[in-house]
């Protein structure tokens, strides 16, 4: 299983990106999928996470109303939206496929992760 993330940039505070990640290897629409991110200096964290055939969506508190996650399971691919942008936001972003059918925060869930892609958001 491969995931690849791409989209990341340097872009000004309140700008917007779409991050996207393209999968291979077992069949997308049959799993969560899940974004996550990890600052300079801090610990990876949960961002947002989408349940097989998007019945369900969540997000971190930091970043619900600014970002939207979404599938294409024809394309077998995952995105994220993120407008609204804030310094803080700045971090590499990892996509990762989740084990289960559902979308859940916790990335112990996750068993396969791309290489990440970097958003670096300027005041």
């Known amino acids: 299983v491969q995931l690849q993330a791409s989209g990341g940039g340097l872009v000004q505070a309140g700008g917007s990106l779409r991050l996207s990640c393209a999968t291979s290897?077992?069949?997308?629409?049959?799993?969560?999928m899940g974004w996550f991110r990890q600052a300079p200096g801090k610990e990876r964290e949960f961002v947002s996470a989408i349940s097989w055939r998007g019945l369900r969506t969540i997000y971190a508190d930091s970043v619900k109303g600014r970002f939207t996650v979404s599938r294409d399971d024809a394309k077998n691919m995952l995105y994220l939206q993120m407008n609204s942008l804030k310094p803080e936001d700045t971090a590499v972003y990892y996509c990762a496929g989740g084990s289960m059918t559902i979308a859940t925060v916790s990335e112990y869930e996750y068993s396969y992760w791309g290489q990440g892609t970097q958003v670096t958001v300027s005041s």
């Open positions: 290897g077992r069949p997308f629409g049959n799993y969560g």
